[in-house]
């Protein structure tokens, strides 16, 4: 179920027994450094272990030495499609590269940054995204998304492993929940290899936080996740903030106070709603695990 394989991401060790892995991607054009190493700073005082910057040009790997020479998280270099700013992100120094076989320009570039990142002694990320699956896995996917996802993982993987490279992670990433949930399931008995886990495209705050916790949470209750990254269409930091939250309710991680409160009802003579919400916010200063109760009446607090 579990992934026995550990890779390492910078000082991070991910699979092989770790503690799950929390991570995000900063938003800001990666080229403008100064934007970029701030964000990078907010994620880690928020608790971020290790943060991905999108390379589409350039001048964002370009940008890369001083990121990464500035970065107090390791940083992950996210490439699609081309395989020279895969290079080039390597050469400046970065943790890992995030890349799709599928769509970086063939086995021969794939070859190309398999040997780059063997020689910086780097892992890479790779996997499926059921909204790009290559055209001979449309039937498939017709059929059941989810093995289509999981036999796209497969083949990058027998594509890694024919190169003699196994210093990667995978994700089998849906915006459908079920079909997130199915195929790592699914994939976790087939492989050794540490899991990243997430639902893509997951949507605002609101709705984006409860796929995630709905779909990273059952998988992490099962044991399958070695890393994971809350997609939400907000500021990353609060991809961060739920990715603890759900953490600290399964009983996997501890960062911060846990807050219980009794649900608003007629019996509350205290303004419990109003109370929990300053609680929470006078919470958020502290980084140490304990726990605060906001009672409104006598039933959920001294009567029980």
Excluded at 21 to 37: G, K
Excluded at 165 to 191: C, G
Aim: proline share 6%.
């Amino acid at each position: 179920m579990s992934s026995e394989v550990q890779i390492r991401v910078g000082d991070v060790a991910i699979g092989g027994g770790a503690p799950v892995v929390v991570q995000s991607m900063t938003l800001t054009p990666t080229r403008d450094v100064p934007a970029t190493t701030a964000q990078i700073a907010a994620l880690a005082s928020a608790g971020c272990e290790v943060v991905r910057v999108a390379v589409p040009k350039t001048e964002d790997a370009e940008a890369l030495k001083k990121i990464v020479y500035l970065s107090p998280l390791p940083v992950i270099a996210d490439i699609h499609f081309n395989a020279s700013l895969a290079l080039k992100s390597i050469e400046a120094g970065v943790a890992a590269v995030r890349i799709n076989p599928g769509n970086i320009g063939g086995s021969d570039k794939v070859a190309m940054v398999v040997k780059a990142a063997k020689a910086k002694g780097i892992p890479m990320r790779v996997g499926a995204n059921s909204g790009s699956l290559p055209k001979h896995l449309v039937p498939l996917a017709q059929e059941d998304t989810a093995a289509a996802l999981v036999e796209e993982a497969l083949e990058q993987v027998r594509l890694l492993e024919s190169m003699d490279f196994r210093d990667f992670k995978i994700s089998v990433k849906s915006s459908s929940v079920p079909t997130m949930i199915r195929a790592y399931r699914m994939l976790s008995e087939k492989v050794e290899y540490p899991l990243h886990l997430g639902v893509t495209e997951a949507g605002p705050p609101a709705t984006g936080s409860i796929k995630s916790s709905i779909g990273v949470g059952s998988l992490l209750m099962d044991g399958i996740g070695d890393t994971i990254r809350i997609s939400l269409t907000a500021d990353p930091v609060k991809e961060v903030e739920v990715a603890w939250e759900i953490l600290k309710a399964l009983g996997l991680r501890e960062r911060g106070p846990v807050m219980i409160a009794c649900p608003s009802c007629g019996r509350d003579n205290v303004g419990v709603e109003n109370l929990a919400v300053a609680v929470e916010q006078r919470l958020r200063e502290y980084t140490e695990p304990f726990e605060v109760a906001v009672m409104g009446c006598a039933v959920n607090g001294p009567g029980e």
